[in-house]
């Protein structure tokens, strides 16, 4: 696709409702850039990029966050704190 200049400009693609495996089971993931990225990289892009939603997880419940050292998914619990926990509602990828 070309932009006004007449070069390729970057096409992005939106996924709803994300979902990552931990442990044989797909789960939603805590927003955060290093969440984000892998995400994208995983699916052949090069990054998130703006344009992402959130929507709240709840207390006492665990998602998906990835330990950058391990190299892989794991799960994180919220705890309970009576917050909103940021969870991808959607993801944008470049």
Known sequence: MLNKQGSLAASTVTYYG???????????????????????EARGHNQEVS????????????????DWYGSAWIKKSTG?????????ATIKCR
């Not at 979902?19 to 850039?33: A, P, Q």
Request: charged share 15%.
């Open 51 to 66: 344009g992402s939603t959130v929507t709240c997880g709840e207390d006492e419940s665990s998602y998906a966050d990835y």
């Open 80 to 88: 309970s704190k009576n917050q909103c926990y940021p969870l991808y």
């Open 18 to 40: 994300p979902k990552v495996w931990v442990n044989g089971r797909l789960e939603s993931f805590f927003v955060g850039s290093t969440n984000g990225n892998t995400f994208c």
